[in-house]
């Protein structure tokens, strides 16, 4: 597809169970960001790829949470002994290095932890 | 800390008429600033951007004002239409950096015909 794709689009788990949400970025989009949005907040910065640089890790909130990405292709976002605080919309974003700021986002994937 | 602030939560406006979205900052390292729509069920999506250098940018309908002195921004959307209804995000960040974006809570705009 042309946009960034998500998944899962739902995920419902229980507290303490390990969660993996994928995303595929924009074909040529060097730079690959996380954001979350927990209920009638903004959305939050949490990690940044930009091509082979070592991420920018500095928005996950907690050791529980880690990302990977292969090359300039899929990333991955793990959360890990899940916990009702994690409940939030997680986006994916891409972009061109450079782009002035536009992000492309994809639709994101709702995790809700009971 | 909230450093970017969208006092609104909602705003209401009939067809044809002027949206006029509010955003403050309390940065005052952010030198550019971004809105964003977002629909139901959709990832948010560009809208309009203004560098701090400048005071106003416009697209369109929608018209970016900045006011430095301030630290507030607004969106001018002219004239609203139906499907202007959205939620609109006020995002900011500084040196040039295309990444950490800090944003807003939104401000849903119900545009009635």
């Known amino acids: 597809g042309a946009g960034v794709s998500q998944s899962p689009s739902n995920k419902v788990t229980e507290k303490g169970k390990d969660v993996e949400l994928r995303c595929d970025p924009i074909?040529?989009?060097?730079?690959l960001y996380w954001y979350r949005q927990r209920l009638g907040q903004g959305l939050e910065f949490l990690i940044y790829f930009q091509g082979n640089s070592a991420p920018d890790k500095s928005g996950l909130p907690s050791d529980r949470f880690s990302a990977e990405r292969t090359g300039e292709s899929v990333s991955t976002l793990t959360i890990q002994r899940t916990q009702q605080e994690d409940s939030a919309v997680y986006l994916c974003?891409?972009?061109?290095?450079?782009?002035?700021?536009?992000?492309?986002f994809g639709e994101g994937s709702r995790l809700t932890v009971l | 800390d909230q450093q970017v602030k969208q006092n609104s939560p909602s705003l209401s406006v009939q067809e044809g008429r002027i949206s006029i979205l509010n955003c403050d900052y309390t940065n005052s390292m952010f030198d550019y600033f971004l809105w964003y729509k977002k629909y139901p069920a959709e990832g948010p999506t560009f809208l309009i951007s203004?560098?701090?250098?400048?005071d106003k940018n416009e697209d369109g309908r929608f018209t970016v004002f900045l006011n430095k002195s301030a630290k507030h921004l607004s969106l001018h959307i002219v004239p609203s239409q139906p499907g202007d209804s959205a939620v609109y995000f006020c995002a900011a960040n500084s040196g040039g950096s295309n990444y950490k974006l800090t944003f807003g809570k939104g401000t849903l705009l119900t545009v009635n015909p």
């Open positions: 203004i560098s701090s250098i400048k």
């Open positions: 974003a891409s972009s061109l290095k450079r782009s002035g700021g536009e992000l492309f």
């Open positions: 074909s040529g989009h060097t730079a």
